[in-house]
């Protein structure tokens, strides 16, 4: 149950999917669904091809599966599912699902992997059908790449209903037949970690304060032991700490502000630099003074998606047990108006000294940011890598296909890169000209500005000038997902909703990091 108190704390936040492992007899009595993969062969009169799995299920009913595939239509498109009852005594309901060529691979195009990213979305769509018809466990085929398989069956059946009275049954998935166990275990933990993040971001403000929001995470760090570090900073080491960009923004809330730091240590030599993470911790943007329009303004629950991916990226990595020292930041707070909050106008100093002039107080990621990212460097990290909800601009130049990357580094371009082809969740390189870093300097009363000369040109990319401002370190990337914090229909193993996005991409981006060194 979620406590309503202003020092309310979460529960363990669980997804509503399991993936229990077992086999008891009260789980064979159960109503089971299997869903299985067809390849489609384009251009041949015999249009479909089993996967491995299919074909042998097909072979134990005597071929009376690939018989009703055939009298039931044209050939089966790719992401699409088709249901058959009766098929197999201990599989009541069979979801066939359409996948593409196997040999596709990578398209220059789309920037991902054509078969991963089509696995995931027809191994979702099999899941729900059969979700649908209430059944409670499901079986999953691997369709030649285990872990896409994993993922888009766990992110496919994630719901929030943590605060509905009546509440939708759990749906236990399990590889069907020979799955690779360790590939298919890699998928399961890739997907809870997004789901994690999902969760959180979804969460009611009232619920996920910043004491509650650094909570959840320290429980669910808990089972690593000496591996993981947990330190919730409170407000009084904030100010000795000379954080006061960070504290402008929470001065309006009644909520304490929480630095929340995380330090998994994964690498066998405790000396290794850290992959430094960064995310931005928002619990609820009102805009301060300068107050947001009160239309979606509920969306700004999830305005700690930045906070909220990178916590559950380290989650993420001490699950998979990452051979990787990895450090994850999290300035947590809440951006209200009231008579103690920062006003247009107010200049205020971070931790490196620098003066800002707060023009616009609903340009307070961006503030918090920089004090993070100044206390990042004492760490002598290999890379910096921040993650924000930062600018609505950022969702007007990119939308939902990709996270735009603003970063001083080809190397780590390429590596976080070459991680989304692999995740599907896409990033996309935006500029760093001095032009925008002008457009920040240029202040009547302090060093900096917090929003840009002229604020309706380039406000994703003045955004990310403003921070620059706080980095020295020659690896260093801000990734501005404003576009992608949300899913309507895009993603369609996503479904509508906060998509946790891009925590698949940074648990990928650290496990090349750990394995390619």
């Not at 005594?89 to 593409?100: H, I, M, Q, R």
């Not at 191994?123 to 872990?147: F, I, K, M, N, Y």
């Not at 789901?195 to 320290?218: D, G, Q, Y």
């Not at 009644?254 to 929340?260: D, I, K, N, S």
Request: proline share 4%.
């Amino acid at each position: 149950m979620f406590l309503l108190r202003r020092a309310a704390v979460l529960p363990v936040l669980r997804s509503n999917c399991c993936r229990t492992f077992c086999s008891s007899p009260s789980l064979q009595m159960e109503r089971k669904g299997l869903v299985l993969g067809v390849f489609e062969k384009k251009g041949e009169e015999s249009s479909q091809r089993f996967t491995k799995a299919a074909e042998v299920f097909d072979h134990k009913v005597s071929g009376k599966l690939s018989e009703l595939l055939k009298i039931s239509g044209p050939s089966l498109k790719k992401g699409k599912s088709r249901v058959f009852y009766g098929v197999h005594k201990d599989f009541p309901c069979v979801a066939v699902v359409g996948l593409d060529d196997p040999a596709a691979g990578v398209c220059g195009a789309e920037n991902w992997d054509l078969v991963k990213e089509n696995i995931r979305e027809a191994v979702s769509a099999g899941c729900q059908v059969l979700r649908d018809l209430e059944l409670t466990h499901v079986e999953v085929d691997g369709c030649g790449d285990p872990q896409a398989a994993a993922e888009g069956a766990l992110l496919g059946l994630f719901y929030y209903d943590c605060l509905k009275s009546k509440k939708k049954a759990k749906v236990t998935v399990l590889p069907h037949d020979s799955v690779e166990a360790a590939a298919w275990e890699k998928g399961v933990q890739y997907a809870e970690g997004q789901n994690l993040a999902r969760l959180l971001m979804e969460a009611p403000a009232n619920h996920i304060t910043p004491s509650a929001f650094a909570k959840t995470i320290e429980e669910r760090l808990t089972q690593y032991g000496d591996r993981v570090l947990v330190q919730k900073r409170s407000q009084a080491w904030i100010e000795e700490q000379g954080m006061g960009a960070f504290l402008s923004v929470s001065k309006g809330s009644e909520e304490p502000p929480v630095f929340l730091e995380l330090h998994y240590k994964g690498s066998p030599d405790s000396a290794d630099a850290p992959l430094l993470l960064v995310g931005k911790g928002i619990t609820f943007d009102s805009g301060g003074i300068s107050l947001k329009p009160s239309a979606s303004m509920d969306m700004m629950r999830a305005d700690m998606g930045g906070a909220a991916t990178v916590c559950a990226a380290v989650v993420t990595a001490a699950a998979l047990n990452l051979p990787l020292n990895i450090i994850g930041l999290a300035p947590l707070c809440e951006n209200m108006p009231s008579g103690k909050a920062t006003k247009p106008g107010d200049v205020v100093t971070a931790k490196n000294g620098k003066t800002i002039q707060v023009d616009n107080t609903d340009a307070e990621g961006r503030l918090i940011l920089a004090d993070a990212l100044c206390y990042a460097h004492t760490f002598k990290p290999r890379a910096v890598v921040n993650v924000a909800t930062l600018t609505g601009a950022m969702d007007v130049a990119l939308g939902s296909a990709a996270t735009g990357v603003f970063t001083n580094s080809d190397w780590l371009w390429e590596q976080l890169h070459k991680a989304s082809v692999v995740t599907g969740d896409r990033v996309w390189r935006m500029p760093l000209f001095q032009h925008y870093t002008r457009q920040v300097t240029d202040c009547q009363l302090a060093d900096l500005n917090n929003i840009g000369k002229y604020s309706r040109s380039g406000g994703a990319c003045t955004a990310a000038a403003f921070l620059r401002e706080f980095v020295t370190a020659p690896h260093w990337a801000h990734l501005d997902i404003a576009g992608v914090m949300s899913n309507k229909d895009e993603i369609p193993y996503l479904k509508k909703g906060m998509s946790g996005r891009p925590t698949r991409t940074l648990v990928e981006f650290a496990a090349a990091l750990a394995y390619n060194k």
